[in-house]
Structure formats: structure tokens, C-alpha cells
């Protein structure tokens, strides 16, 4: 913490070292935060440059209270939420095509693969709050109380929310995974 509050007042006074060092420092957690909420590499990538080039020009200016991580996984989990809707419409398009492209590879390739289609889809399937609560511990590996601060609600509504979503998660895949 006290490392993002120096580098918070870097910022603030204009420091290019202290901008390369916040992305260095947050960029994985926030590609990592953006994919598992998209399940889409090129546009997490999209979300994640368009927050940073954000951050970057707000830096002079910044008033985060907090810590910097929580700062930009909120910021990533806004713009997820704001492009959400349109990507996934766009890849039920592209999925009701049958536009996959993929070159028919070993069996186990091709049973990974069918297990991770199962799975993305039964994540997008949860609600908003329980696939965002899912995505922030597992995916970029928020504590409940960081993800309770991030949703603006209660630890133990956070930690009903992850239950049900990954009861939920089991419910779905359970029915569709043959014995």
C-alpha cells in the first residue's frame, strides 16, 4: 500500500517511471481480470489498453483513495460491464454461424476444448453479480473483501453470490458432462 501511495504521488506530479511501473506492476491482473469476464483475448486486450490509456491521461488529476490495484480493476470491470452486452451478442452470432476455424486436432485437443466451450458458456450464463464475483477470486484473485469494495456491497453478500454461482456453475456442468 504504501508502494501505490508513492506512486500515486509520482504520478500526480507527472513521473513517465512511475506510470511504466503501475502497468508493469497491474497489467497482467487486469488482462487476466478482462479475459476471464469476456472470454475473448483480443477484446480483453482492447479493454484493458483502453483503461490504461484512460489512467494515463487522468494521472496528473487522480483522486483514487484506495489502492491502485483495486483503482484499475474497477476501472477494467466498469468497461467490462459497459461492452459486455455487445460482445456477447456479437459471439452468439459468431457461434450460431459455426465460424470456429479450428483444424480437427488429437481427441484429448478436442476434448479440452469441448470442456472449455462447456464451461465459458455456463459462466456466461450466471448472473452479472455471480459471474463477476466468480471471475474476480478466480480469475484475478481478489479477496472477497477487494470484490465486496469493488461491487459496493456486503462481504456476505459477496460470499452468497460466489457460493450460487459456483453451485450453479457444478449444477450446469454436472447435467452436461457424461459419466
Not at 464451461?119 to 473483501?145: M, S, T
Request: glycine share 6%.
Amino acid at each position: 500500500m504504501l508502494k501505490d501511495q508513492w506512486l500515486k504521488w509520482k504520478l500526480r506530479r507527472g513521473s513517465q517511471e512511475a506510470l511504466a511501473r503501475v502497468y508493469e506492476k497491474y497489467v497482467d491482473a487486469m488482462l487476466t481480470l478482462a479475459l476471464g469476464l469476456l472470454n475473448h483475448r483480443a477484446a480483453a486486450e482492447d479493454v484493458v489498453q483502453d483503461v490504461f490509456l484512460s489512467f494515463a491521461r487522468s494521472a496528473k488529476d487522480l483522486r483514487a483513495q484506495g489502492s491502485l490495484r483495486s483503482y484499475l480493476m474497477t476501472s477494467v470491470l466498469n468497461r467490462v460491464r459497459d461492452s459486455r452486452r455487445q460482445r456477447l451478442r456479437q459471439a452468439r452470432r459468431d457461434a450460431g454461424l459455426g465460424c470456429g476455424g479450428e483444424t480437427p486436432g488429437p481427441e484429448e485437443a478436442a476434448i479440452q476444448v469441448e470442456q472449455a466451450v462447456r464451461l465459458n458458456h455456463a459462466v456466461a450464463e450466471l448472473p452479472d453479480e455471480q459471474r463477476e464475483v466468480v471471475l474476480l477470486r478466480l480469475k484475478a484473485n481478489l479477496k472477497f473483501r477487494e470484490i465486496a469494495r469493488l461491487q459496493q456491497t456486503s462481504i456476505s453478500t459477496v460470499l452468497g453470490r460466489y457460493r450460487y454461482g459456483l453451485d450453479r456453475l457444478r449444477s450446469r456442468l454436472n447435467g452436461e458432462v457424461e459419466p
